[in-house]
């Protein structure tokens, strides 16, 4: 045991509660969801050869061959989620690069959209947030959800409702929807989403319109909700948001049925605790 591996585990102290550890393993081992998404990854600094396999196994994956797997993003050194997929060998995965500084996270849905339009030669694509999700199952896992769900394009969940302030009456649509579902305070994330290339082609196209450079920054976006200025300094709304999450929600009614958002968490494995669901399904 190296004194640098040592100071790394005490490193994860300060931004890791191990209980968060304990409670990612029982997931991976008690839940179906090929994917965890959890903010808490982004700042995990236990070494992999610890990490990776307490929260991914030790099996070998493949990727289908009628399945994408695309990143998106611009970090110097591999994060997570593209060193999980190395880990369990998956190494036919593709990243998109956005070439903007600063970062912007609107900037994902012209990455997406040109990737779909340029590069991606299969029928379904798979995306994934590269810092904070890490690949737990298996690949093949993906694909039968649209069947099983009936539709084009399935996103996982979240309990954030950063942005519709803006939009209201988007907003008690997505409440309706969730509340058919059977659940509550579920909406539409775009951390994780599942779909056939040409429909997903089609809404990230159509959302393309909501972007440029002038988009808010992420701490723009905080900072201006915080103060509750989002939605009077943005006349053009969602035009500059600057958030790819907040753009497809306000897309989402035009596209249901053929999109639809994945409540009980078959997806992704999303939040802590299951509080907020009526249904006490295997979302956690």
């Not at 904070?132 to 979240?158: H, I, M």
């Not at 035009?254 to 605790?273: M, N, Q």
Request: proline share 6%; charged share 30%.
């Amino acid at each position: 045991m190296t004194r640098s591996w040592i100071t790394g585990i005490r490193k994860s102290i300060s931004t890791l509660k191990f209980s968060d550890l304990a409670w990612a393993y029982r997931q991976r081992r008690h839940t179906s969801a090929p994917v965890m998404h959890r903010k808490l990854l982004a700042n995990i600094r236990v070494p992999d050869k610890m990490l990776l396999p307490l929260l991914c196994g030790k099996r070998p994956r493949r990727r289908p061959p009628e399945l994408s797997i695309l990143l998106v993003h611009n970090y110097k050194s591999p994060p997570i989620m593209e060193r999980s997929l190395r880990y369990l060998g998956i190494d036919d995965f593709d990243v998109a690069c956005p070439n903007i500084t600063p970062w912007r996270h609107s900037w994902k849905i012209k990455a997406i959209a040109e990737y779909l339009r340029t590069r991606c030669a299969t029928e379904y694509v798979l995306y994934v947030d590269a810092n904070d999700a890490v690949l737990t199952g298996d690949p093949a896992r993906f694909v039968p959800l649209l069947k099983e769900y009936d539709c084009d394009l399935l996103f996982s969940s979240t309990h954030y409702k950063g942005g519709y302030e803006c939009m209201p009456e988007i907003k008690r649509w997505a409440d309706q929807r969730c509340r058919e579902a059977g659940f509550e305070r579920s909406y539409l994330n775009t951390g994780v989403f599942l779909g056939r290339r040409e429909f997903t082609r089609e809404v990230f196209e159509a959302a393309t319109v909501y972007v440029d450079a002038e988009d808010l920054t992420p701490e723009e976006f905080t900072k201006r909700r915080a103060k509750g200025q989002l939605c009077k300094t943005l006349p053009e709304f969602p035009k500059n948001v600057g958030a790819d999450q907040v753009i497809i929600s306000y897309l989402e009614p035009r596209f249901y049925p053929r999109l639809k958002v994945d409540y009980s968490g078959k997806l992704a494995i999303r939040a802590r605790s299951k509080r907020s669901f009526r249904w006490n399904g295997t979302h956690s």
